[in-house]
């Protein structure tokens, strides 16, 4: 039930990541036509722009964590014998979750703190450029929690797209 959760989240994420990277696609653009064309620059496509690559990067991070994508230094993992293994990607998984914990938790208070400012290109809070951090780290924790419990289990989680 946990693991298809997660594996649902994940796909969500990958979708988000996508829609997001033609939206940035299209507000790069639309910047670009304004400026060469129209001889009028948006000034909101570039703000838009970077926003968004913020979305899709912590979505995608978050995704890279579930599907094992990140640096999880393997390699000293396949020279050690079963007893070690095993600890050290509890010890690896456990150290994602708290870094996880720790970006949700701060990004979570940095948005709060800045909630009141605006972008001025987009009239949006600048918060919402440290909301996808959070939202990661929440997502990071389910995910390494789901890697522990797949250990415990004895299997390893499937990739979102397996």
């Known amino acids: 039930m946990y693991t298809k959760l997660c594996r649902t989240l994940a796909r969500a994420c990958m979708w988000l990541g996508i829609f997001g990277l033609v939206a940035v696609i299209c507000a ?6 304004g400026r060469y064309v129209m001889n009028n620059t948006p000034t ?14 912590m979505f995608g991070v978050a995704v890279g964590v579930r599907d094992a994508g990140h640096i999880g230094l393997e390699s000293f993992l396949v ?15 456990f150290l994602i979750l708290i870094f996880g ?11 709060e703190s800045v909630w009141d400012y605006r972008l001025p290109t987009l009239w949006i ?30 299997r390893e989680v499937e990739p979102a797209w397996g």
């Open 44 to 57: 909101w496509a570039e703000s838009l722009a970077l926003l968004l690559v913020l979305y899709v990067t």
């Open 125 to 154: 809070s600048e918060g919402w450029k440290y909301v996808p951090a959070a939202i990661a780290g929440v997502l990071i924790v389910m995910f390494s929690i789901e890697h522990i419990i797949a250990l415990a289990q004895g």
């Open 79 to 93: 020279l050690a014998p079963d007893w070690l293994r095993l600890k050290m990607e509890y010890l690896i998984h």
């Open 101 to 111: 914990a720790t970006m949700a938790w701060n990004c979570a208070s940095l948005a």
């Open 28 to 33: 790069v653009s639309w910047q670009v036509f």
